[in-house]
């Protein structure tokens, strides 16, 4: 908010942004900020990262109207949950009130951009979401600032934000990121438009968003889309029984939690901990194992039991087309699971040999796992 009340401040970017509301016909100057999703969430987890995104955008909002300036905030949004991804008239319900001036830019990156928009029937369905969402929460989203909301959601996201870190920086971590998952396979395909490290260095901050969503979505742990949710639910419930009961409250009115909460739960869903066993199986070192694996195992049974618990429902009945439709692929999935991780064990040892034609081969296969486990979940970074 201060870099941004400089900048309107100053007489160059006034005399600019006239200048341009004149030539396109606003009524108003519009000044574009861009909303990052992926980085924010690799840092924070999902509920610190969608949180303080809200919290940023009410802030900003406050300053262009200061100046009289409409604020177009520009969202860079993946395709997966992990990067701001979600029904997208549920998303829109869940922006600030006063962040939407009737003008809004997005991003759609990756398999989305072919599941919306690959026929005209899905592109108009797809685009009209977009537009009557826009034109209806611009003109009717009525929900005030509500202090309650933002010294709850607040201190969730702190509390989230912590139980994460914990993990993501334990000693540990990132040598059990590198074996049980398929992050160095990922590495090798040609699929992004930037390499997926921004210096080569080995650190979770050197890694883009993209290959980390990707590498935890495949081994199905998604812990970028439900990690220290349940841990915070948790504390809420024990310590403080009070904002625990306005929490309860608030869901059923307020659509950020709704969202939040409903984007928690589809992460959940594609979570499989049979899977997360099957792949920590390429942890070499006893211990690495041990320290990582029964804290991602219990916080995903703890944030599933504690989210049924809370939305009084579970996913079963909750989210029937989502819940049975994984059972159904499931069958082809677990199969195909069994045969990435055969596959990476081989290519791992072969490649470190002199035997590359071997290691080549088994590369093919992973590359071709890689793509049918994406395809089946509909997901991939």
């Known amino acids: 908010p201060a870099i941004l009340d400089e900048f309107l401040a100053h007489p160059v970017t006034q005399n600019t942004l006239w200048l341009l509301a004149q030539r396109k016909g606003y009524v108003r100057p ?3 900020v861009m909303i990052g999703y992926s980085d924010s969430n690799k840092d924070g987890g999902i509920l610190s990262s969608l949180w303080h995104l809200y919290e940023a955008q009410h802030e900003l909002a406050k300053i262009g ?7 177009r905030f ?8 992990s990067r701001g991804a979600g029904p997208i008239h549920w998303f829109l319900k869940s922006l600030p009130p006063e962040s939407l001036c009737g003008k809004l830019r997005l991003t759609e990156q990756g398999e989305t951009i072919e599941r919306k928009y690959a026929n005209k029937v899905n592109a108009a369905f797809n685009l009209e979401l977009l537009a009557s969402g826009t034109l209806r929460n611009t003109l009717l989203n009525t929900h005030s600032y509500d202090q309650q909301l933002f010294d ?7 509390e989230s934000f912590t139980s994460y870190n914990a993990l993501t920086r334990h000693p540990s ?10 992050i160095d396979i990922i590495e090798t395909s040609k699929i992004g438009s930037r390499p997926s490290r921004r210096t080569n260095q080995r650190t979770l901050t050197d890694l883009r968003a993209i290959p980390w969503v990707f590498s935890w979505t495949q081994s199905r742990v998604n812990i970028t889309s439900w990690y220290g949710v349940g841990s915070t639910l948790q504390l809420l419930k ?18 950020l939690l709704r969202y939040i909460l409903t984007n928690v739960d589809s992460g959940l869903a594609a979570t499989d901990p049979k899977i997360i066993e099957l792949y920590a199986s390429l942890v070499e070192e006893e211990q690495i194992k041990t320290d990582i694996l029964p804290l991602i195992l219990a916080e995903y049974e703890l944030t599933k039991y504690l989210l049924a ?4 429902k579970p996913a079963r009945d909750r989210r029937k087309n989502h819940f049975y439709s994984t059972q159904l692929r499931a ?5 195909m699971h069994q045969v990435q991780v055969n596959a990476l064990q081989q290519w791992r040892t072969d490649k470190d040999t002199e035997d590359t034609e071997s290691a080549n081969r088994q590369n093919i296969v992973l590359l071709k796992t890689i793509n049918a486990v994406a395809n089946a979940l509909g997901s991939t970074g």
């Open 30 to 32: 519009v000044a574009e």
């Open 65 to 71: 109207r200061k100046y009289d300036v409409d604020i």
């Open 74 to 81: 520009f969202h860079g949004k993946g395709g997966s949950i």
């Open 152 to 158: 709850l959601v607040g201190f969730m996201a702190h």
């Open 173 to 182: 971590f990132i040598r059990f990121f590198e074996q049980a998952t398929p």
């Open 238 to 255: 024990e310590k403080y029984p009070e904002k625990y009961s306005l929490l309860k409250q608030l869901l059923v009115s307020h659509p």
């Open 309 to 312: 618990e809370l939305l009084e």
């Open 331 to 335: 069958v082809a999935l677990n199969l």
